[in-house]
């Protein structure tokens, strides 16, 4: 059975910080591609950042210089360190995995709520 488990969502201030975390199991987790994807109220998920399995990291415009992404592999766990937050970064962010080969499987987890306001 798969597993994404996020955690360290809540509630910060304008300018504050953030991690996310997001623990898989019931996978490779060295071989999936894995990413942060968020959903405002009444909006589309969005991708935030995504790390390949070789490392290679690319992030949304809206977070690029604030956000960084990273994983663990001995730990299967991705992160998301977000920094310098500002209110229009207040979504539900789901921790994703994907891989294609000769087959392609994605998953996502439950979502962990991040709020930006005074």
């Known amino acids: 059975q798969v597993q994404l488990v996020e955690s360290g969502g809540g509630l910060v201030q304008p300018g504050g910080s953030l991690r996310l975390s997001c623990a898989a199991s019931?996978?490779?987790?060295?071989?999936?591609?894995m990413g942060w994807y968020r959903q405002a109220p009444g909006k589309q998920r969005d991708l935030v950042a995504r790390?390949?399995?070789?490392?290679?990291?690319n992030y949304a415009d809206s977070v690029k210089g604030r956000f960084t992404i990273s994983r663990d592999n001995a730990k299967n766990t991705v992160y998301l360190q977000m920094n310098s937050l500002k209110p229009e970064d207040t979504a539900v962010y789901y921790c994703?995995?994907?891989?294609?080969?000769?087959?392609?499987?994605?998953?996502w987890g439950q979502g962990t709520q991040v709020t930006v306001s005074l």
């Open positions: 790390i390949i399995s070789g490392g290679t990291t």
């Open positions: 994703n995995a994907y891989y294609y080969n000769t087959y392609q499987r994605n998953y």
């Open positions: 019931g996978i490779i987790f060295s071989i999936y591609d």
